[in-house]
Nanobody
Framework: QVQLVESGGGLVQAGGSLRLSCVAS????????MGWYRQAPEKQRELVAD???????NYADSVKGRFTISRDNAKNTVYLQMNSLKPEDTSVYRCYAYLTRWGRYWGQGTQVTVSS
């Protein structure tokens, strides 16, 4: 099992930046993939970004060039650096961890609100 705790959300003006953190309860070096989803009210859940154990990354088209996902294995933490934030980035952001054998685990989510 993996427990995930997110932090770093908050209220920011358009054009600003936030960094989300997701701390895992175990070593992440053996976790196959970790990433972030977001879901706003009345909208479908959207994969924002993910990163594999090998360091390969993937981004939603809507955040490419603005968001960066990274991992620090020594701290068991995955980060999502969000720059040039837009009001449409407003959402609950949830971290996940995927293990091929055990499936997907989720954090509780952190609210990001971008004001215009």
């Amino acid at each position: 099992q993996v427990q995930l705790v997110e932090s770093g959300g908050g209220l920011v003006q358009a054009g600003g930046s936030l960094r989300l953190s997701c701390v895992a309860s175990r070593s992440i070096s053996s976790i196959d993939a970790m990433g972030w989803y977001r879901q706003a009210p009345e909208k479908q859940r959207e994969l924002v970004a993910d990163i594999t154990s090998g360091g390969s990354t993937n981004y939603a088209d809507s955040v490419k060039g603005r968001f960066t996902i990274s991992r620090d294995n020594a701290k068991n933490t995955v980060y999502l650096q969000m720059n040039s934030l837009k009001p449409e980035d407003t959402s609950v952001y949830r971290c996940y961890a995927y293990l091929t054998r055990w499936g997907r685990y989720w954090g509780q989510g952190t609210q990001v609100t971008v004001s215009s």
